[in-house]
Structure formats: C-alpha cells, structure tokens
C-alpha cells in the first residue's frame, strides 16, 4: 500500500489528462446512448403506426369485402413502411460508400475503413445484419416478426453508422506513429496531383503511383475505389 502512496505522491499530475480521457469517454457513450434511445422511440412509433394502420384497415370496411379489402389495406400500409426503411438503408449505405469510394476521404478518415477499430466493426456487423434482413421488395409477404426486426436493423445501422463516423472524425490520423501520419500527408498531396486537369497525364501517372506507394500497407483500398480513382487520374466522365 505505500508503494501506490509514493507512485501517487510522484505521478499525481496524471490525474489530469486521465480525467481528461474518461470525461471524453463518458461524452461520447451519453451521445451514443442518447442516440440508441431515439432510435427506440422512432422504432416503437413506427410499430405502433403501422399496428394502427393494420387494425383500421380491419376494422374500416364493409363487413361483405372486409377480410379481402382488409388484407389490401394492411399490406398497402406494409408497403409504405417497408418504402421508408429501404429508403433509410439506402441513404446510410451511400453515406458509407462516400467514404469507401473516396480516397481523400479515406486518406483524412482511415478509420471508417478499419475493421480493427471497434466502432467501424460493430457498424459493419449491423450493416451485414440490415443487409441480410432486408426483403427482396416493399411488396414481399413479410410476418410482423420480420417487419420488426428489419425495422430494428435498419435503426441499429443508422446509429452504429453516426457513432462510427464520428469516431473516425475524431481519431483522424491518430492511430497512426509519426513516420506513417508522413506517408499518408505525401499520398494526401500526390493526390491532388493524380486528379489535377492542368497536370499532364504523365505527371498525373506518376502522382498516382506515388499515391499507391504510400497507402501500401497503411490503407487498403477497394477495387472499387481503385478503379473509380484510377478513371478520375485518366479524365475519364462517370457514365450518365
């Protein structure tokens, strides 16, 4: 036990940058936790809009068409429901495809590409869990069962994407020693080079190597990336 007094009567200054880093980890857990909270609330509302859709679709016609006119309703209001959660998935994926598919961006945000890093993972297992939940059309026979639970994929991706991305925005290079954070500014400015219209092709070639060179090892680019960047270097037009 006197060990530990002397070692704090020694190193009391740490007390301060380690307070430091847990006031930051408690922010960033109350932000995400407030978002998980929301994603709730708009998950039951949506449920319960969609239970009272059904049940005023059953209840709401003549008692001669009712089972048939009812069963239209309900998977006329489904098909609503399920337009606005592909809608959302769509847009959360562009989002992530932004990052995916730009190379500034991922030079300046490496760690959205980086499954090592616990929030870029927990957002890719619950884009793979959106992905594999998602029915084939708004018109599928669902249960309410797979509504539901599609309906919380779909929220778990949302804000597992905000909080990964925010994350990344916050470590930026960081991860990174010194000497790396030096290759990733030299790929950073060859990039310019490799998309500038007034350098020559030559030169713009050669910026694109350096930029591959550099990134080798550091940040694993897509081939879709590659090939997107690859048609930017060549001046090539994205197809209409």
Not at 49 to 60: M, N
Not at 144 to 167: H, K, M, P
Not at 216 to 238: F, N, R, T, Y
Request: proline share 3%; hydrophobic share 45%; no cysteine.
């Amino acid at each position: 036990m006197q060990d530990f007094w002397n070692f704090a009567g020694n190193f009391w200054w740490l007390i301060f940058p380690i307070m430091g880093m847990a006031g930051g980890a408690a922010k960033a857990w109350e932000r995400s936790s407030k978002q998980r909270h929301e994603r709730r609330l708009e998950t039951l509302r949506l449920k319960g809009e969609l239970k009272s859709q059904q049940l005023a679709a059953r209840g709401a016609v003549a008692p001669a068409r009712a089972p048939r006119q009812a069963a239209g309703d309900e998977q006329a209001s489904t098909k609503q429901l399920l337009e606005k959660l592909f809608a959302e998935h769509d847009e959360i994926t562009a989002r992530w495809l932004d990052y995916e598919l730009d190379v500034a961006k991922l030079i300046a945000f490496p760690a959205m590409s980086d499954g090592r890093q616990p929030l870029t993972a927990a957002f890719l297992r619950a884009k793979k869990t959106a992905d594999t939940l998602r029915p084939a059309s708004a018109e599928a026979k669902l249960s309410e069962t797979q509504i539901a639970e599609y309906l919380d994929a779909v929220g778990n991706y949302a804000v597992a994407f905000d909080v990964a991305e925010r994350d990344a925005r916050r470590l930026r290079n960081s991860t990174f020693s010194e000497a790396e954070r030096k290759r990733l500014d030299r790929a950073q400015h060859m990039l310019k080079v490799a998309l500038d219209e007034s350098a020559t092709q030559a030169e713009r070639q050669i910026a694109y190597k350096r930029v591959r060179d550099e990134l080798d090892g550091l940040i694993l680019l897509s081939d879709e990336a590659v090939d997107a960047l690859e048609k930017q270097v060549a001046g090539e037009l994205p197809p209409a």
